[in-house]
């Protein structure tokens, strides 16, 4: 087994109480097929026990009742632990119907003492979405397309001085990264190359020492949706193969089914944001690269 990743212990959760699906931006929602509030409340509450079970903490932040997919706290912005404290890249959301989500991110984070930036703060207007970024090996690796603009790598890797990996993103139910890749530990991640184009497809596939390489019938169970504290991963749904894989390299799985949230179109990785994520910005060279296509 590699090195447990060094972050993953500590999120943000924002409490289900406004949960609906009122517009349909991603091909999971459906204005007809609207969520049951105490189903909801009860996925929500078994996801956050599992996390603490697993060692992790949980912070929460209320819904606003104007943003019914602020559920989704991964794309609320994407939260490091840098060398002198808090810092966040809030998202700038693809879509107007979420954007009221980022001043309450703004507000929560400032007060939690972190360094705020938004992206494309000189008015460039890149779209960004924290679902599609990830630390990883001391990079950032970061989907663009259906949510991200490829603008955005460039905002990123000078404002976090990092290399950033852009992947370009062509499947349209894997419309965040999140729902494709999946870091495990220090060598393996959990990725699923038909979301990507060819060739960002192989660029993963290299950046990833020991791939656990899902299918797309796979990925679509939003398996690679999961959060992984320590040594266990917690996950929306493992089809059989995908468990034992994990299992023989040492992983606890344990399945927490969101069928609510999957009507929004997320699981368990988009509902955490991690709050203690580092990058290696004491790296010599890449910082401040972009590497695409
Ligand atoms: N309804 C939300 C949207 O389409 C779902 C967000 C899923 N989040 C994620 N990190 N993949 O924006």
Redesign the pocket.
């Known amino acids: 087994m590699g090195q447990t990743l060094d972050w993953g212990k500590r999120y943000l959760m924002v409490a289900p109480d406004h949960f609906r699906v009122d517009y349909e931006?991603?091909p999971?929602?459906h204005l007809a097929d609207q969520p049951d509030p105490a189903a909801t409340r009860a996925e929500w509450d078994a996801i956050a026990a599992a996390i603490t079970a697993a060692g992790g903490e949980v912070e929460v932040l209320p819904q606003r009742a104007d943003a019914p997919?602020m559920v989704?706290a991964?794309?609320l912005g994407f939260a490091l632990e840098g060398p002198v404290g808090p810092e966040v890249v809030l998202s700038h959301?693809r879509?107007p119907q979420?954007r009221m989500e980022t001043e309450t991110a703004e507000a929560w984070f400032g007060e939690h003492g972190a360094t705020v930036r938004r992206i494309g703060a000189q008015g460039v207007g890149a779209h960004f979405?924290?679902?599609d970024a990830f630390a990883w090996r001391g990079d950032l690796v970061v989907g663009y397309g259906p949510?991200t603009d490829r603008l955005a790598l460039k905002h990123l890797a000078i404002d976090l001085d990092v290399r950033v990996h852009g992947l370009h993103t062509v499947h349209p139910g894997m419309?965040?990264l999140?729902?494709a890749f999946c870091p495990l530990d220090s060598e393996r991640a959990l990725v699923c190359p038909s979301a990507l184009d060819e060739n960002s497809a192989s660029r993963l596939l290299d950046l990833v020492p020991e791939p656990l390489v899902l299918s797309e019938a796979e990925a679509m169970t939003f398996c690679a949706?999961s959060v992984v504290v320590g040594s266990t991963v917690i996950m929306p749904a493992c089809p059989d193969r995908v468990r034992a894989r994990l299992e023989a390299w040492g992983f606890e799985v344990v399945v927490v089914p969101v069928p609510e949230f999957v009507k929004?179109?997320?699981a368990i990785?988009?509902l955490t944001n991690p709050l203690d994520v580092t990058l290696g910005r004491d790296l010599v060279t890449g910082r401040g690269q972009v590497l695409v296509g």
């Open positions: 931006i991603n999971f929602m997919d989704y991964m794309n959301m879509f979420r979405e924290a679902g949510r419309y965040h999140d729902l949706n929004g179109g997320g990785r988009c």
